[in-house]
């Protein structure tokens, strides 16, 4: 006989109730404490490392002990850190096949932003690479890629958003199986009190987008291949990341490889490899130097 307030259940939960077990692991308020403090110096395949200063399999000469972020993402991700002038960030693409969605800002004037056009624009070139800058809306250098072995970046097509991937994968949800990237930037944005509102376009790494005579854009397939960039900041910025399929990526599924960014401390060079290399990037550094002058102290 079934009481009026008793749930009635189907023969499969039935079935699940009776064989789940009398206890678990974290059924009490002890047992759940023991289990938590049992996963110290467990590792994730995405996770940061905490401290910074303990991350293994740098690059080249970099010294653990000047490593200020080392973070690993995998698809759906996202992460931000402030970096001090100097300061370079390696982001890795570990398996060929992935989109970091990018957006940098002046750490001590947020409003002064990464401009996608204006960094295309001013240099002349749609297709970053080693050498380029990203640009700010006030014509200065935020930070320069000062290595690269991919095989291009994209300045032209923005990140996804809810409508485009709610399309694409019957969901955008933020907190869903395919994340957009501005919902995920726009987390990211908050841990530094910025909005969403303060979101540019962006820039989108190791996703090479080409213009044909026609004026289409076309999405390169990948690589395969992983590879790597170097960002130096040349201001102190917020660096925000989020780790989700460009826009122009067709595939029915959400599929985008897993990200490695490791960031340490170093002196701005001098002179500087890249600072003359053509006169609209030195007007740029020039930019900058005028900024730290009067913002010194």
């Known amino acids: 006989m079934t009481h009026r307030n008793e749930p009635v259940l189907s023969g499969e939960e ?73 300061s370079v960030a390696r982001i890795t693409d570990r398996t060929g096949d992935t989109c970091v969605n990018l957006q940098v800002f002046n750490a001590h004037l947020p409003s002064e932003r990464l401009n996608p056009a204006d960094t295309v624009k001013v240099q002349w070139q749609a297709y970053l690479g080693a050498g380029s800058l990203l640009l700010s809306d006030r014509g200065r250098a935020l930070m320069t890629i000062v290595a690269d072995t991919s095989a291009g970046h994209d300045a032209l097509c923005g990140h996804t958003n809810r409508a485009t991937n709610d399309a694409r ?18 987390l990211a944005a908050a841990r530094q009190g910025l909005e969403r509102r303060d979101l540019s376009s962006g820039i989108d790494l190791f996703t090479s987008v080409r213009v044909d005579a026609a004026g289409d854009l076309h999405l390169a397939a ?75 102290g």
């Open 14 to 86: 039935q079935r699940v109730e009776q064989e789940a077990p009398a206890t678990s692991g974290t059924s009490s308020l002890e047992a759940a404490r023991a289990h938590a403090r049992s996963q110290v110096g467990a590792v994730a395949d995405t996770m940061a490392t905490v401290p910074s200063t303990t991350a293994v399999d740098l690059p080249g000469p970099v010294a653990a002990s000047d490593v200020v972020w080392d973070e690993r993402l995998g698809a759906g991700g996202h992460a931000t850190a402030v970096l001090r002038r100097g």
């Open 169 to 186: 994968y019957g969901s955008g949800a933020v907190h869903g199986a395919s994340p957009n990237a501005r919902d995920l930037l726009a």
């Open 222 to 296: 990948p690589t395969g291949t992983p590879s790597y960039l170097e960002l130096r900041a040349d201001l102190d910025v917020i660096v925000l990341v989020a780790v989700a399929p460009h826009p122009l990526d067709d595939r029915p599924t959400y599929t985008v490889g897993p990200v490695r960014i490791t960031a340490w401390t170093a002196a701005h060079p001098a002179p500087d490899p890249f600072r003359a290399t053509t006169p609209e990037r030195e007007r740029a550094f020039e930019n900058t130097d005028q900024h730290l002058r009067t913002t010194a």
